[in-house]
């Protein structure tokens, strides 16, 4: 089987750097790919614009969705993913500094499998990913569909 792949979605260069710095310390050794906006997850999911010669083998196991994107939002993106075929049982946490309630059921009614807010002391985010990673990497049990999770 094929390394497990992380989407990591996010526009804020200084989280994407502390999200991988968190993985590395946590030694979650995954391929993390680092998308910037919305409309760049869509392209890297459905194999589009600089991603059109992307392998489909080559498909996240989890995707780890801000939603205070440029271009097409977060909440976009998750629809998007929901209603295609190929997409649709994809294991997406939406991971977001927002407090707002009604994004917490935006989210969930969109079908987003998981809500976490982005803790703003670094111990307690480096600590929420490392339980992201134990979870949906080795502990969750995605549907095989086709021979492809």
Do not use: H, R
């Given at each position: 089987m094929n390394e497990k792949?992380?989407?990591l979605v996010e526009d804020n260069?200084?989280?994407v750097a502390l999200t991988l710095r968190a993985f590395k310390k946590h030694k979650v050794k995954n391929n993390v790919i680092v998308v910037e906006d919305g409309e760049?997850?869509?392209d890297y999911l459905f194999c589009k614009g600089k991603f059109a010669k992307r392998s489909r083998d080559?498909?996240?196991?989890?995707?780890l969705l801000d939603i205070k994107l440029p271009k097409v939002d977060g909440f976009e993106v998750l629809k998007e993913i929901r209603t295609n075929e190929a997409t649709k049982l994809l294991p997406v946490v939406i991971l977001t500094s927002s407090k707002e309630e009604q994004d917490i059921i935006k989210g969930y009614s969109l079908g987003a499998n998981s809500y976490i807010r982005k803790p703003v002391d670094f111990d307690k985010f480096?600590?929420?990913v490392q339980?992201?990673?134990?979870?949906?990497?080795?502990?969750?049990?995605?549907?095989?569909?086709?021979?492809?999770?």
């Open positions: 792949i992380i989407l260069p200084d989280d760049e997850a869509l080559d498909f996240p196991s989890v995707v480096f600590d929420a339980t992201l990673g134990l979870y949906w990497l080795i502990l969750n049990e995605p549907p095989i569909i086709n021979g492809k999770i």
